[in-house]
């Protein structure tokens, strides 16, 4: 039982070239087809929700989108229960490298990243300019204290996570959360005068990093077809 694998196409397909990335978006999907790809390896769902169901009889994005799909002959697996169970943990070191922490990084795990202490304004405006951030970054805390510990939570972060992590380290660097659930328990922790924070990137932005790892570690199993990374 398991969200990962095949989405769209055939087994049979003869692979061509390989794309991952952590959402196979209609603009995913033609970079893709300019890259000579026919194979993408997805960390998301391709069709909009969990069950990935292909069709929806009416609608003309998922009419056009498999539309696209068939033309190009696309074969697409989704791969993220399944990667995520890797270890290293792949999102984490995926994420550390992002923003330029590999050197910080705990030897015993790689979701625990110890800094120079650094504000937390400044250390929210770094994560923005590696990240490539357009848009919004979402940041729960005082941003004049001062952050030496972090842990990282790319993907979704169930509430569990963030009250076993958040006592343990200044501030957690996640993907996205339930807005009534560690959203608000970070902000009553610095009500009642903790020095932590929050900081929120968002799913997808999140787990790219990892998705280009996978890309890395997928050129180890079909060296013999080109493989490369395409942001969503």
Avoid at 30 to 58: C, E, L, M
Avoid at 81 to 86: A, K, N
Avoid at 119 to 127: D, F
Wanted: with cysteine; proline share 6%; hydrophobic share 40%.
């Amino acid at each position: 039982e398991s969200v990962d694998g095949i989405k769209a196409g055939e087994p049979s397909t003869v692979v061509k070239g390989v794309v991952s990335t952590s959402m196979a978006t209609l603009n995913v999907l033609h970079q893709a087809v300019k890259a000579g790809a026919n194979v993408v390896i997805t960390a998301q769902p391709t069709f909009y929700a969990r069950a990935d169901a292909q069709n929806r009889p009416g609608d003309p994005v998922f009419a056009a989108k498999n539309e696209f799909i068939a033309r190009h002959n696309i074969f697409i697996f989704r791969l993220s229960e399944h990667w995520r169970l890797h270890q290293p943990d792949p999102f984490s070191n995926g994420m550390a490298a992002a923003v330029g922490w590999t050197k910080y990084q705990s030897a015993t795990d790689p979701g625990r990243v110890d800094l120079p202490a650094t504000r937390l304004e400044s250390l929210t405006a770094g994560i923005k300019k590696r990240l490539q951030l357009r848009g919004g970054i979402r940041v729960v805390g005082d941003p004049r204290i001062n952050v030496r510990r972090v842990g990282l939570l790319p993907g979704t972060t169930p509430i569990q996570a963030s009250v076993k992590l958040l006592p343990n380290v200044d501030a957690i660097l996640a993907g996205e959360v339930r807005e009534w659930e560690s959203v608000e328990y970070a902000r009553d922790k610095v009500f009642a005068g903790e020095k932590k924070a929050l900081i929120l990137v968002g799913r997808v932005v999140s787990e790219e990093p990892g998705m280009n790892v996978c890309a890395s570690w997928l050129k180890t199993i079909v060296p013999e077809v080109p493989v490369r990374h395409v942001s969503a």
